[in-house]
């Protein structure tokens, strides 16, 4: 099993430009997460998702859109990135409320 | 709304002595509470949960946390720590619920040294 697989790993992006970070899951999880980690803030949640075709805001959503079209997928897109945006991105799978999540390996995005 | 605090940015603590992390929280509800830890470049490795039941949970590696409800708190502690132990821990929590939200805190460094 892969578990929790994030494309890309690295990436560095001029301001304006646009692009979607894929999440992928292989253990048929309801529930699926987007958080950014940054220094001294922890892990803070974008977006999150508790089935295929939904999606919800958590508690930085400004600047990005998901969308969970397959029940193993879930995208994040950023329509015009933004220095503030430099970040490492981690997604998150789990498969109910009282289960653990299993994350992804990050990706480290920088916005120049 | 729901949170975690972690109020320690940092902890040291000496090889093979016991190490505390201390962990509160605020939620409605009955509280899903979890401990995960992160090393250099990695993603979050899960620890250890308390859902229900007896309030001194085991998890991985020889870690445990003790749920107080009164005092709302989870903190993470291991009897005797290990070099290998240093890295960032992170508690979370999560409400009953269908459409909960998965929520951390900011983080404890740990660092064990000889």
């Known amino acids: 099993n892969a578990g929790v697989t994030q494309t890309p790993k690295f990436r560095v992006l001029k301001t304006g430009q646009s692009m979607t970070l894929l999440c992928a899951q292989d253990m048929n999880h309801e529930y699926m997460y987007w958080y950014r980690q940054d220094p001294g803030m922890g892990l803070r949640l974008i977006h999150y998702s508790v089935g295929e075709g939904t999606t919800a805001k958590g508690e930085v959503p400004d600047g990005y859109n998901v969308s969970r079209l397959k029940k193993q997928n879930f995208l994040l897109g950023l329509e015009s990135a933004a220095p503030s945006q430099t970040s490492v991105y981690f997604c998150?799978?789990?498969?109910?409320?009282?289960?653990?999540?299993?994350f992804g390996q990050g990706t480290r995005l920088t916005v120049v | 709304a729901q949170s975690v605090a972690q109020p320690e940015d940092q902890v040291n603590v000496a090889e093979g002595n016991p190490l505390t992390v201390k962990c509160t929280y605020s939620?409605?509800?009955?509280?899903?509470l979890f401990w995960y830890v992160q090393y250099p470049n990695r993603g979050l490795q899960f620890l250890l949960k308390?859902?229900?039941?007896?309030?001194l949970v085991k998890g991985s590696y020889g870690f445990e946390a003790e749920f107080n409800k009164s005092q709302t708190s989870f903190h993470l502690k291991k009897p005797s720590a290990l070099v290998s132990d240093s890295a960032l821990y992170f508690c979370a929590v999560r409400a009953p619920g269908t459409a909960s939200k998965l929520t951390f805190g900011t983080g404890t460094r740990l660092q064990v040294t000889l």
């Open positions: 998150a799978s789990s498969p109910g409320t009282g289960r653990e999540a299993f």
């Open positions: 308390y859902i229900t039941g007896d309030n």
């Open positions: 939620v409605s509800g009955n509280p899903y």
